[in-house]
T-cell receptor
Framework: GNSVTQMEGPVTLSEEAFLTINCTYTATGYPSLFWYVQYPGEGLQLLLKATKADDKGSNKGFEATYRKETTSFHLEKGSVQVSDSAVYFCALSDRANTGNQFYFGTGTSLTVIP | NAGVTQTPKFRVLKTGQSMTLLCAQDMNHEYMYWYRQDPGMGLRLIHYSVGEGTTAKGEVPDGYNVSRLKKQNFLLGLESAAPSQTSVYFC????????????FGQGTRLTVV
């Protein structure tokens, strides 16, 4: 079946530090992969996505590359800001093979301190 | 752009009471979803719908019912609320395209006492 595993938090970084949040997945087919961000008291917002192997999704300085050989989609940012403090969710969908659901990781909380 | 709108945003229920959460989307999306979010457990799918008049069970459907009478609306009902249903509930919608993402509402914080 489909599943997503992401690194547990919480993660605390100083401003301008490098960020990596690990995400690995299990899927029977060729899923689409997503990173969502949730700010306090809000719903999830799409941060970036990738739809095929070796695609790189990017947005607001965040990047993630779809690695089929390692079944991974790690989120990176070169220099975090206080405003990046949020919970980050990795997710997949595999509509061609297993239907219309999205599968989410458990979320990683990031706090950036000045 | 309204996107996905949930009502109400907050609610306190007594055990045994019933209520309906409303989700409305204005993006003409075919698919709609209800999730609950609990600390340490991420998002868990309650029910979903792939079109008007159709619904399906997700991972944690017990104690909930849903209806999709109109394409733009997806209702989540709690017939007899229990403290275990205290949670934050999120509605989402998605286009039917192969690689489409989900769009989320702002959430409903429900407390059952």
């Amino acid at each position: 079946g489909n599943s997503v595993t992401q690194m547990e938090g919480p993660v605390t970084l100083s401003e301008e530090a490098f960020l990596t949040i690990n995400c690995t997945y299990t899927a029977t087919g060729y899923p689409s992969l997503f990173w969502y961000v949730q700010y306090p008291g809000e719903g999830l917002q799409l941060l970036l996505k990738a739809t095929k192997a070796d695609d790189k999704g990017s947005n607001k300085g965040f990047e993630a590359t779809y690695r089929k050989e390692t079944t991974s989609f790690h989120l990176e940012k070169g220099s975090v800001q206080v405003s990046d403090s949020a919970v980050y969710f990795c997710a997949l969908s595999d509509r061609a093979n297993t239907g219309n659901q999205f599968y989410f990781g458990t979320g990683t909380s990031l706090t950036v301190i000045p | 752009n309204a996107g996905v709108t949930q009502t109400p945003k907050f609610r306190v229920l007594k055990t045994g009471q019933s209520m309906t959460l409303l989700c409305a989307q204005d993006m003409n999306h075919e698919y709609m979803y209800w999730y609950r979010q609990d600390p340490g457990m991420g998002l868990r799918l309650i029910h979903y719908s792939v079109g008007e008049g159709t619904t399906a069970k997700g991972e944690v459907p017990d104690g909930y019912n849903v209806s999709r009478l109109k394409k733009q609306n997806f209702l989540l009902g709690l017939e007899s609320a229990a403290p275990s249903q205290t949670s934050v509930y999120f509605c989402a919608s998605s286009h039917r395209g192969l690689h489409s993402e989900a769009f989320f509402g702002q959430g409903t914080r429900l407390t059952v006492v």
